[in-house]
């Protein structure tokens, strides 16, 4: 017997497909400065490496869930752009670590406060409940979504 799980499901779908929709719609809508002063996966990229300190490219790409070629790619970009600094690895020879500058973190820091501010306006009639239980809730998908490993990478 169907528990309406199926439609639960399919109810999820949609949602996070509009999520997705409206979060690139708000994007491109709202000032490029300060909001868009970073492209997505560089504000991605500098938030890991601000949290958790210089990497190389291929714990950023296994942390994201990217192929290393692709990760090299947005990361030369990056440094282009002063926005990271690539290092020799003290632990392997071959390697580099890659590493935000000033500029990076200072460009990271501008974006995410414009980012809260803005989803600060769009929250602004949700209650402090609602706004922990989806934040809450956001970071459980998030967990799992980071959890599936899907076969083939992009």
Do not use: F
Request: hydrophobic fraction near 40%; charge should be positive.
């Amino acid at each position: 017997m169907d528990d309406g799980g199926d439609e639960v499901l399919g109810t999820i779908e949609t949602e996070i497909a509009l999520l997705m929709r409206m979060g690139e719609a708000t994007r491109r809508a709202t000032p490029v400065e300060p909001y868009r002063a970073l492209d997505r996966a560089a504000y991605v990229i500098l938030r890991h490496l601000a949290e958790s300190g210089p990497m190389n490219v291929s714990t950023l790409a296994a942390r994201l869930n990217l192929d290393g070629s692709t990760i090299t790619r947005q990361v030369s970009a990056m440094q282009r752009a002063g926005l990271v600094t690539r290092s020799p690895d003290p632990s392997d020879g071959r390697g580099t670590l890659i590493s935000p500058t000033d500029h990076g973190l200072h460009c990271v820091t501008v974006v995410r406060a414009a980012r809260r501010d803005l989803y600060g306006k769009i929250l602004a009639d949700w209650n402090a409940t609602d706004r922990a239980a989806l934040a809450t809730l956001m970071h459980r998908l998030n967990v799992s979504l980071s959890a599936h490993k899907p076969t083939a990478r992009n």
